[in-house]
């Protein structure tokens, strides 16, 4: 197999880019539609946060693996898999009458976003050369950026004139679409090397970044009568789980998770920057709609709107940036995006329900083309240092920290942000007043913009040790 083989690349990016789109839509979309979630299933607000809590777990538990199944099936069967759960998964939701019946449509969904994120990322290393893959990565970035941020959007207009089921609705036909185009077009990309399966990794693991995962996610719902117990016990029994893990992949011949992706320094640089990227975004994708709603009282549909602009133009910005970093190398993406990332965070910490909208739409956009300077170039060049055989572990230990910095970056900005608006209320004198409220909401998002821009400058000085890797074109091709 000395030559490059040729795929019908566009139309296998177009169906994975069409289904991931749909998955990334549904997980964000729900999120608006809590509140008359819990009215309509007569549910508290910690049962409601299951919806996504549970989405996320899955998530933590199935990614992990990615790499073993990636070796274990052929990439249409993933596919298939994957898009079977998450049609199935759609439907039922679309269908749900009951909390309970969403709540195992979430997790199909997970099920099929978790095995189709990774495959994604693998595929696009196979069938794109070096020299073309930021751009290719760059529609990633899209969809992984500008699906999530469209979601709120679209579902506010759908509650408020239909209802949230057609939130799964919509969905459907997109997720047939791209099911269709893929049984077409996609290829098997990856050779099945059938690895022995290994139980105690797979319990290990499920254990570790399920513990990790759910622990923090709880801790982010809130200090609710005794869950800080809770919290508490299965972060350490994550850790413990986590370190069992690690060492027994090390010592074994055949790992589920290969962590000599570690030895690669462009892949750990690359690594941080994602992970940095994930505790900006977590808390700007969840304090900032509630500021917009709770301390400028604003409704979800103009909060959806205000928040747009930057979604859009950071999705539009992914591919070109891909580009940029096809042509120029990293360097000159990811420090200049951290600093205007930085600067965005410091003028957002100074926000009060005074501030211009146009202000923060302003902001929101900077925060946005910042983050597009950054991840996907970052990332992509972190992937190039791995030899081919690496690729799936290489994706799969990328994917699985960024779920748990996902889940760990809301349960910080949620703590920080309950205990600035605690502080802020004790020092009132009319702590029930709605203005009050207003402005200990402004008080507690205000910590939060700080606690991020805190780590984009951890982020900044990580960012002075990246370089271009060299990629040899031959070796790429050559039969392993």
Sequence with gaps: ??????????????????????????????????????????????????????????????????????QSFTTRQLFTGSLVSLIAGTLIAALAVNFEMLMVARVLQALGMGLLLPLMFNTILVIYPPDQRGEAMGFVGLVIMFAPATGPTVAGILIEYLSWHYIFWLSLPFLV???????????????????????????????GFGGVVFGFSKAGEGAEDGSGAVVIASIIVGLVALVLFTWRQISMREPMMNLTVFKYPMYIVGLLMVLACMLIMMPSMIILPMFLQNGMHLSAFTAGLILLPGSVLNGILSPRMGRLFDRYGPKWLVIPGLVIV????????????????????????????????????????????????????????????????????????????????????????????????????????????????????????????????????TAMHAPH
């Design 177 to 207: 679409i791209g099911w269709l185009v893929g049984l077409k077009y996609l290829e098997n990309v990856t050779e099945v090397t059938k690895p022995r399966i290994d139980l105690p990794s797979v319990s290990l693991s499920t254990l």
């Design 342 to 473: 930085a600067i965005m965070l410091w003028f957002f910490s100074g926000a009060s329900p005074a501030s211009a909208v146009a202000l923060l739409v302003a902001l929101h956009i900077g925060l946005m083309i910042g983050i597009a300077m950054i991840w996907m170039p970052a990332q992509t060049n972190g992937l190039n240092q791995l030899p081919p055989e690496l690729y799936p572990h290489g994706t799969a230990v990328m994917n699985t920290l960024q779920q748990v910095a996902g889940a760990i970056g809301t349960a910080v900005a949620i703590t920080i942000l309950t205990g600035g608006m605690e502080s802020y209320l004790h020092g009132s004198a009319t702590p029930t007043a709605p203005s009050e409220l207003a402005n200990a909401m402004t008080a507690g998002s205000q910590h939060v913009f700080l606690f991020a821009m805190g780590v984009t400058l951890i982020g900044l000085v990580i960012a002075f040790f990246i370089r271009r890797v060299p990629v040899d074109q």
């Design 1 to 70: 197999m000395e030559t490059q083989k040729q795929y019908n690349t566009r139309a296998i990016l177009a169906s994975l880019l069409i289904c991931g789109f749909v998955g990334f839509f549904s997980e964000t979309a729900l999120n608006i539609a809590i509140i008359n979630l819990m009215e309509v299933f007569q549910i508290s607000a910690a049962t409601a946060q299951w919806l996504t809590t549970g989405f996320l777990l899955t998530l933590g538990i199935i990614m992990p693996m990615s790499g073993l199944l990636l």
